[in-house]
């Protein structure tokens, strides 16, 4: 069950140039920075009530966000949704007929296990599903 949107993805170029705008322009502050390696991405993270943003920087020409960026500049890359139990909520995105970007959840930031819908499934909107690890 989905319960909450977690977080908003915002790809920009430099997390340098863009956390400080965060922080003086709006008074928001860098909670955590992480690294995502299996992504090339740098992430670093506010939270706004129980939203969180996701600051997503390119670390390689060849990641996701280097890619995004060239074709539509920096701005809104992907809204994610939290949920309780995520095999199954991609199983009735699958059996809705939406096309999964990932079959299976991997590790994304905050030790979340994450997996993306298409686009072209979802009206336009990269959509991530969230859950917690469970340890
Ligand atoms: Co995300």
Redesign the pocket.
Known sequence: MITKID?L?IAVRSLDEAVPFYEKSLGLKCEHREEVASQKVRTAFFTVGEVHL?LLEPTSPDSPIAKFLEKNGEGIH?V?FGTTDIEAQLGQAAAGGCRLINEEPFE??GGKL?AFLHPKSTHGVLT?L?APIAR
């Open positions: 977080h993805g996701e992907h994610a994304g930031a994450v991530e969230c």
